[in-house]
């Protein structure tokens, strides 16, 4: 077990913050100059391609209403947000409606298709409803623990393309003078055909934050090795929202080529927690492995929230399913 405070260490050591932002909704930054445009994904400019949508730096579907960039043509910006976008977005709805993240028209609602009776969790004003049919129980309650295991099914999403769409994130927000180091994998990331191979191995290091934690702020940080270190990946993307805090490796070719085929430890980019972690629990993590190139149909998605302190839900009771 790493304790926070060696791995706070770690990243004093090794690497430096090159961009931060930290946004509620009200907030406004622009990346870039918006009086000289040019893609930074296709390197097209106006003369060639036009620049009239909102390009959002962090996808509106996680809750970012703040943050845009300045260097996403239209084009690019229409073949992410139908491509690697709708897996993130398919990927991540089901926790989206459990945190209550507020994309562009609310918090999503999960619902059965079909014309069975079937279920529905909607975030209403304030809270978190859940109607369910007996015959097809979607949580299970623990009366004694004060707990409610979910079981939600995920909408199709093929794993490698969710992870370029967090690669994507981290893109944007590098500094400009770094794109230079990342034009193999940014062509990867515009590349619609994910079968096609680019990186080994590039685990994502996850941490889920028990306890409520505001819906609404998004904290975004790109890390990049301190130019005197070698022997760890040269940068990374952290960004959290909700409860989640994603910690995505931005591999460049030109400075991460050295250590190909060699397993690195590295230490997780520390996490906050909730400031009670004696009545919560202490931040979880996990790394998630998204080199999968092939479509992932029917996956559960399995989380526990207690139900007298995390959200505010209502559990039907047996006759008014
Ligand atoms: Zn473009």
């Known amino acids: ?44 400019q106006p003369q060639e391609v036009t620049f009239k949508k909102v390009a959002h730096a962090i996808p509106e579907l996680l809750g970012n209403k703040s943050i845009v960039s300045s260097y996403e043509c239209d084009t690019c910006n229409e073949g992410f947000g139908k491509g690697i976008e709708n897996d993130l977005g398919n990927w991540s709805k089901p926790m989206r409606t459990l945190i209550r993240i507020r994309g562009k028209s609310g918090v999503p609602t999960l619902k059965k298709g079909g014309k069975a009776p079937g279920w529905r969790i909607e975030y209403d004003q304030s809270r978190l409803n859940v109607t369910a049919n007996e015959n097809d129980p979607i949580f299970e309650v623990d009366e004694e623990n004060k707990t409610v295991t979910f079981k939600l099914r995920r909408d199709s999403y093929t794993p490698v393309a969710v992870l370029k769409a967090f690669m994507k994130i981290g893109v944007t927000l590098l500094p400009g003078d770094e794109i230079p180091n990342f034009i193999g994998l940014m062509a990867w990331i515009r590349d619609t055909d994910h079968s096609k191979a680019y990186l080994n191995k590039c685990p994502v290091i996850y941490a889920f934050q028990p306890g409520p934690m505001p819906n ?11 130019k005197t270190v070698t022997g760890y990946p040269y940068a990374f993307l952290v960004l959290g929202y909700g409860n989640e805090v994603f910690q995505v490796p931005l591999p460049s ?5 050295q250590m190909s085929g060699q397993s690195i430890s590295i230490h997780p980019f520390p996490v906050p927690g909730h400031p009670d972690p004696a009545r919560y629990g202490e931040p979880t993590r996990s790394v998630l492995d998204w080199m999968d190139s092939r479509v992932r149909k029917g996956e559960i998605m399995t989380m526990q929230m207690g139900y007298d302190s ?6 039907p009771t047996s006759d008014s399913a």
């Open 1 to 44: 077990m790493q304790s926070q405070e060696a791995n706070i260490d770690f990243y004093e050591k090794n690497y430096d913050i090159v961009g931060q932002w930290l946004v509620r909704p009200g907030d406004k930054v622009i990346l870039g100059d918006m009086e000289n445009r040019k893609c930074r994904f296709c390197g097209k």
């Open 216 to 226: 609404d702020f998004i904290a975004a940080l790109v890390l990049r090795r301190k």
């Open 253 to 257: 070719e030109s400075h991460d080529a």
């Open 310 to 315: 995390r959200v505010p839900m209502e559990i």
